[in-house]
């Protein structure tokens, strides 16, 4: 009698939670209706979700798509996959304020530039040619506008339950989540897989504003060019921004504390090519220079720098300075003291091989934990988890990620660089292609950088790729090909590639590399 | 082209190998150990101590905690197999489980005062 009224078990109260979430994408037919009405009665509630995935980014609606494709989605019109998103559009940093919305305006401003700078000798006269920023801006927005709604058209179609609001851990099977229009749900997981992702890295003594002191978000949303803008941190975030707003006509100036622009793994012979051309295209550099502090209370904002060995200081003065030193996990409010997991002195969320924390029904996969921050290690890590999950195994080889960087020309490479070949005492080879010795690059009048590909000496098996020329991020594909399936510089010498084509360079620095290259 | 192929790999062997379709599943329980190691990107290349002693602490209940499986799961080497591959968890036939075996999310909940009231007020107690 008081069954109705009193719920019995904490089952109980959970299985009216999550039939609220259940309830949105539910056919009410009358014999799920019989059917929820007949699973009321056991001890285990079977409307819990068989994954929860918490964070819609990248890594997390990768996963929810995954376990939708795997089956672990509509069995008789009950959704068993939920994913939690905060931000209300899915897709994370990558999409909102990320890798896609960059890439809009790296393009467009790479054509206005072009346009500016670049049609005389190909033979096009232009007219009067005008920036209209704010155009530009919407461009950029209907790319990210588009590709959210086209994960949401995913979920719906794999059957994934989309649920809008911050979900915090109460327990170790069950995420509150406080819901973007008001109200709480709990959800209950016999999995639950954490891809919360990273956020800007802060400076201490800067008070980031995201309009005169900006991160990567702010400096995507620019309302007019600044005049002067320095950017802290001269890997490829900073880089990339670095160049948008250049082609645009700010005087840019990157400052870098180590001696080498372009972040971890950019192999040293790139990086030095990379600066030089950005350095033709108008961008200055601190190389070895630590920004002490800084002030917003003028007119413009004030930073001072000195030699990270020490040295003269020197103040900069800029409309708007970028933060870009790096990104952090970002777990608050996820309610990890509740379940007590673990995190390391950088804020990653320690696991095992298998995603698996130390309760092995929570996962956690992309940038808030192990391996560096990109959204296609990522998808890699979300399809992994599904894997292991369903099938018990799961594949990501961490020898054979990519790193590309979209500035022109764009910088890729995957493997190890020279120095930490060298450092491992291995002996190995280098083989190196210009562009300027390939057919299409010549066609194209795109000419600058090469392909550099390092061997191991005694069995020729490749060990890094290092490219920095048109198409950079494109070619690597192929290279990455080669490294995951343990290829030889011979094996790809020896691979017919189509001419006239970028790739040709790719081949010929193979042929290089075991024997020698034809065209250079 | 077919004896230039002959001559060819004479001379040298690729690398690239055709390893045929992968069949992991079909082989899954005897190659793939679950234990928890190290992630293959985490910088210390350790795990916490709390790995192993969470494992350790969990129990397996009703016919999971069977002696002669157990022993086969010793210490630190819960997780290798997956869950599903200790066997099905149905009681044999004739065999019940006790509620209080189970895991403490499945027992009883105590009655509070208000349901005991509730009760011997027929549900009056529960009008405000």
């Keep these: 009698m008081f069954r109705s009224i009193l719920p019995r078990s904490p089952q109980a109260g959970l299985r009216t939670a999550a039939s609220q979430v259940v309830s949105s994408n539910a056919v009410f037919t009358p014999s799920v209706a019989l059917l929820r009405r007949l699973r009321r009665g056991y001890a285990s509630s079977s409307d819990e979700h068989d994954v929860v995935i918490i964070g819609g980014g990248v890594a997390g609606y990768v996963a929810a798509i995954k376990a939708g494709q795997e089956g672990l989605k509509a069995r008789l019109s009950l959704t068993t996959t939920a994913c939690i998103e905060k931000r209300g559009a899915l897709g994370g940093t990558c999409l909102n304020v990320g890798c896609i919305p960059s890439k809009s305006l790296l393009n467009n401003t790479h054509l206005y530039h072009q346009i500016l700078h670049d049609t005389k000798k190909r033979g096009i006269d232009v007219g009067i040619v005008k920036l209209n920023l704010e155009q530009m801006m919407k461009a950029k927005q209907t790319s990210v506008d588009g590709l959210t709604k086209g994960i949401e058209f995913l979920f719906k179609k794999n059957s994934v339950d989309y649920v809008k609001g911050m979900g915090s851990f109460v327990n170790e099977h069950e995420v509150k989540v406080d819901l973007l229009d008001g109200g709480e749900k709990t959800l209950r997981g016999k999995n639950i897989i954490i891809a919360t992702g990273s956020e800007a890295t802060p400076f201490l003594g800067l008070n980031i504003d995201e309009e005169r002191i900006v991160t990567s978000t702010g400096a995507l949303s620019l309302k007019e060019v600044p005049k002067k803008m320095v950017v802290i941190g001269g890997g490829i975030i900073g880089l990339e921004m670095a160049s948008v707003w250049s082609r645009l006509g700010a005087d840019v100036t990157v400052v870098e504390f180590l001696n080498q622009i372009g972040g971890p793994g950019m192999d040293a012979e790139v990086a030095k090519q990379a600066q030089k051309i950005l350095q033709k295209q108008g961008i200055q550099f601190l190389l070895g220079t630590k920004v002490t502090n800084g002030s917003d209370s003028g007119s413009t904002v004030s930073v001072n720098v000195e030699a990270a060995k020490g040295g003269k200081e020197q103040t900069l003065d800029a409309d708007v300075v970028l933060v870009a030193i790096g990104r952090r996990p970002y777990t608050a409010g996820l309610g990890l003291e509740n379940i007590g997991l673990e995190i390391d002195e950088r804020g990653r969320l320690v696991i095992d091989q298998e995603y698996r924390t130390k309760a092995s029904h929570i996962r956690v996969i992309g940038d808030c934990t192990f391996g560096p921050m990109l959204a296609h290690k990522a998808e890699e890590e979300a399809v992994a988890a599904i894997e292991y999950i369903k099938k018990g195994f799961g594949h990501v080889n961490y020898g054979a990620i990519p790193s590309v960087m979209y500035t022109h020309p764009e910088v890729a490479w995957v493997g190890q660089n020279e120095a930490e070949i060298k450092a491992s005492g291995v002996k190995y080879r280098v083989g190196n292609f210009p562009f300027s010795a390939n057919s299409r690059a010549k066609t194209n009048l795109e000419t600058e950088g090469f392909v550099k590909l390092i061997s191991d000496a005694e069995t020729d098996r490749i060990l890094g790729v290092h490219i920095i020329g048109p198409g950079a991020g494109e070619m690597i594909a192929e290279a990455t090909l080669a490294i995951e399936y343990g290829a030889s510089s011979e094996d790809v010498a020896r691979t017919c590639h189509a001419h006239p084509t970028l790739a040709e360079a790719f081949k010929e620095a193979a042929m290089a590399t075991y024997s020698k290259a034809i065209h250079f | ?128």
Excluded: C
Aim: aromatic share 6%; glycine share 8%.
């Design chain 2, 1 to 128: 082209m077919r004896v230039t192929t002959v001559l060819r790999e004479a001379a040298r062997t690729p690398l690239i190998k055709f390893i045929g379709k992968r069949t992991i599943p079909a082989i899954l329980p005897a190659t793939v150990d679950h234990t928890p190691t190290a992630h293959p990107a985490s910088p210390s290349q350790t795990l916490p101590d709390s790995f192993a002693a969470y494992r350790s602490k969990a129990q397996q209940h009703g016919p999971l905690n069977n002696p002669s499986r157990l022993s086969s799961l010793s210490h630190g080497v819960i997780g290798r197999t997956p869950g599903s591959a200790l066997g099905p968890i149905k009681p044999n036939k004739g065999e019940f489980f006790d509620r209080v075996e189970l895991p403490v999310r499945f027992h009883r909940m105590p009655w509070t005062q208000a349901e005991i009231d509730a009760v011997e007020t027929g549900g009056a107690s529960l009008v405000p």
